[in-house]
């Protein structure tokens, strides 16, 4: 494997991983706010909710991307990428609000976290877009 090839395919599994931390975050350490003691939820639970589901959908989008090797396809999933990935910055505190605290977890954890992780999505899913274009050039 040539050493363009190798990085393309590392940036793959950044991309994988970095999903992969999303999901896996969004449920353990960077959750929203647990249940309130009448058994209903806040609402930064929902807000967790659907984030989890985009952070679901991005997941399976950067595997695919890693099993394919059309730089079309590549460059079309990764294209689709981004505007989720704005959604879940989006997303928490803006479409869907938070606790009324400042101080809850959703507001302190959460938030950042997603922020951070689409932030980190959307610079790979970039970077992945050029070269997928750039390979695209080479071979026509």
């Not at 050493?3 to 959750?31: E, H, Y």
């Not at 997303?91 to 507001?107: E, R």
């Amino acid at each position: 494997m040539n050493q363009k090839k190798a990085l393309t395919r590392s940036m793959d599994i950044l991309l994988v991983i970095t999903n992969l931390v999303f999901l896996i975050g969004l449920r353990t350490f960077a959750s929203a706010c647990g249940m309130k003691e009448d058994g209903t939820w806040m609402t930064c639970h929902w807000a967790m909710q659907a984030l989890s589901g985009i952070a679901a959908v991005l997941l399976a989008d950067s595997v695919l991307n890693l099993f394919l090797r059309d730089p079309g396809i590549k460059t079309g999933i990764m294209a689709a990428m981004i505007p989720a990935a704005i959604l879940c910055i989006l997303l928490p505190g803006n479409l869907i609000g938070l606790c009324m605290m400042d101080t809850m977890h959703c507001h302190t954890v959460m938030r950042p976290f997603s922020i951070l992780m689409s932030i980190a999505d959307l610079v790979l899913a970039a970077v992945g877009i050029i070269k997928a274009i750039r390979t695209q050039r080479k071979i026509s």
